[in-house]
C-alpha cells in the first residue's frame, strides 16, 4: 500500500506538468483578449503583463499560477527518475526553474512606447536577466533528460532544443524594435513557437513517466 500510495503522489504531482503548460497557453489567450489592438503574431508575450498594460492584473494571476505548478512537477520527475542521473538533474532544473518564474511578475517590462519615450528602469533590466536565466535552467532542463527514455525522446527532445534556439534567437533580434516602438511583425509568433516547444516538451515528458508509473 506504501508503494502504491507513493505512485499515486508522484502520479499527481506528475499531472502538474500538463496543467502548467494550459495555464500558460490559457494566460495568452485570456491575456490577448483583455488588449483590444493587441497582436499575437508581432507582439510578445511579456507585454501582455508589462506595466499599465490592461492585461497585466490578469497575467500576473494566471502566470503566478502557472510557475506555482512547475515546481510540484520538477519534484514528481525527481521522484520519479530512480536512477537515471539525468533525469534528477532535469527535476532538480525545473524546480530551479520555477524558483526564478515566480518572482517575474515582480519586474515587468514597460509598454514599448514608454521604452521608446526613454521611460524604462530598473525593472526592464531585471526583467531581461530573469528571462535569459529562464531560458538557460529550461535548456538544460530538456538537454539532461533527453537520454531518459531511448533514441527516439532523444531525437524529439534535441530538435526541441534546435526550435527553441532558432526561434528564441529571432526573437532576441527584435528586442532594439521593440525598444524603439519600431514595428515587429513576426516577433510575437517567434516567441510563441519557442515557448511552445518547451511547453509541448514538458507534457510529453509527464506523459512518458505517468505510463511508467502506471505499468
Known sequence: MAVQGGALKRRALLTCGPLSSLLYVAAN?????QWKGYSSASQTVSELSAIDAPSRPLMIRLLTAHGALVGPFGLGVWKSAGRRRGLRVTGALLIALAASDLP??????????????????????????????????????????????????????????????????????????????????????????SIGGYLLWQVVLSSVLWKEEAE
Open 104 to 193: 517575474a511578475p515582480i519586474f515587468p517590462m514597460h509598454r514599448r512606447e514608454a521604452l521608446a519615450r526613454g521611460e524604462g528602469s530598473q525593472t526592464d533590466t531585471v526583467h531581461k536577466v530573469v528571462t535569459i536565466v529562464n531560458s538557460v535552467f529550461l535548456l538544460a532542463a530538456i538537454a539532461s533528460g533527453s537520454t531518459a527514455f531511448g533514441r527516439r525522446f532523444r531525437l524529439y527532445s534535441i530538435g526541441t532544443i534546435l526550435v527553441l534556439l532558432a526561434t528564441g534567437g529571432l526573437t532576441v533580434t527584435q528586442a532594439s524594435r521593440i525598444e524603439a516602438n519600431l514595428p515587429t511583425p513576426w516577433a510575437g509568433t517567434a516567441e510563441r513557437v
Open 29 to 33: 489567450v485570456l491575456g490577448s483578449r
